[in-house]
T-cell receptor, first 113, second 114 residues
Framework: DTEVTQTPKHLVMGMTNKKSLKCEQH?????MYWYKQKAKKPPELMFV???????INESVPSRFSPECPNSSLLNLHLHALQPEDSALYLC????????????FGQGTRLTVV | ELKVEQNPLFLSMQEGKNYTIYCNYS?????LYWYRQDPGKSLESLFV?????AVKQEGRLMASLDTKARLSTLHITAAVHDLSATYFC??????????????FGKGTKLSVIP
């Protein structure tokens, strides 16, 4: 199983809503990542979890709140988002070692209205 | 701060032609990745280059890595329409606490025309 599964695939939310994005992998990977990708731009790193602990937070606004309940799951809680937060949110995982590749999920297309 | 530069950013090429995409990076790293992304889709891993002089080929695509020059190339041979996509290179760096992160180039949007 080399899959990273993200749900939902599409999400439309209002600026006062609270929603969560979910990511799951069963490859035994110990590092999991959230990336944000705007149209026609490269992915930008948001958060890195290593061994279920947050190791990097790339100055992301507090309206995004990550959570890693266990080594297979990664959530991104969303609250009071702005229209400019609309983007493709990608989850990835890797073994965490230098010479292993990152596997990406299919992404969640988020639209904030 | 690690910087990754790709060129060209846009590439329109005819079917059957050859071309090379370049990826330069600013600090020492001997791990480089190439990804393909179709519109509205996620990233598909193409190549993992793990050492200086590494060369990998898959179909009409061949990737190489020169860590001394901090340069990777993605060569396209006899392009076909199905290769139309955006190609990203990404360089890995250590981000502390036993984890690593990828820094992406801006991507090369490839259009193969008949």
């Amino acid at each position: 199983d080399t899959e990273v599964t993200q749900t939902p695939k599409h999400l439309v939310m209002g600026m006062t809503n609270k929603k969560s994005l979910k990511c799951e992998q069963h490859m035994g990977h110990r590092a999991m990542y959230w990336y944000k990708q705007k149209a026609k731009k490269p992915p930008e790193l948001m958060f890195v979890y290593s061994y279920e602990k947050l190791s990097i937070n790339e100055s992301v606004p507090s309206r995004f709140s990550p959570e890693c309940p266990n080594s297979s799951l990664l959530n991104l809680h969303l609250h009071a988002l702005q229209p400019e937060d609309s983007a493709l949110y990608l989850c990835a995982s890797s073994q965490g070692a230098l010479n292993t590749e990152a596997f990406f999920g299919q992404g969640t297309r988020l639209t904030v209205v | 701060e690690l910087k990754v530069e790709q060129n060209p950013l846009f590439l329109s090429m005819q079917e059957g032609k050859n071309y090379t995409i370049y990826c330069n990076y600013s600090t020492t790293s001997d791990r480089l990745y190439w990804y393909r992304q179709d519109p509205g889709k996620s990233l598909e891993s193409l190549f993992v280059l793990l050492s200086n002089g590494a060369v990998k080929q898959e179909g009409r695509l061949m990737a190489s890595l020169d860590t001394k020059a901090r340069l990777s190339t993605l060569h396209i041979t006899a392009a076909v329409h199905d290769l139309s996509a955006t190609y990203f290179c990404a360089v890995i760096s250590y981000s502390g606490a036993g984890s690593y992160q990828l820094t992406f180039g801006k991507g090369t949007k490839l259009s193969v025309i008949p």
